[in-house]
């Protein structure tokens, strides 16, 4: 079963970042639950300036596709992530691999 260690949010603080650390971190007490076993991770949100545009150049978006969401190292969700079922299937994908 695959393991969720780190996710990070690179954005300046605003109330879209706020809203999807909860609902991330609220799917992962539900998958918790229904695994039957308590997730360790990392949770990291880079809201400085120097962070926030090197990760862009990294990656190579904009600030229009913030916030930036990466789970294990990997791009998860470009800008702003309305559906919560959309957080919970890339969580569970990631849970299921090997």
């Not at 393991?3 to 918790?32: S, Y």
């Amino acid at each position: 079963m695959g393991q969720i260690k780190k996710i990070e949010i690179i954005c300046f603080p605003c109330h879209k970042c706020d809203l999807l650390k909860e609902r991330i971190e609220v799917i992962i007490a539900c998958l918790e639950f229904k695994y039957g076993r308590k997730m360790k991770y990392e949770f990291i949100h880079q809201d400085g300036k120097k962070e926030i545009l090197a990760a862009l150049l990294q990656y190579g978006y904009t600030i229009k596709n913030l916030p930036i969401t990466l789970i294990n190292g990997e791009i998860a969700f470009l800008g702003h992530v309305k559906g919560e079922n959309v957080i919970r299937w890339k969580l569970e994908d990631i849970l299921k691999t090997d």
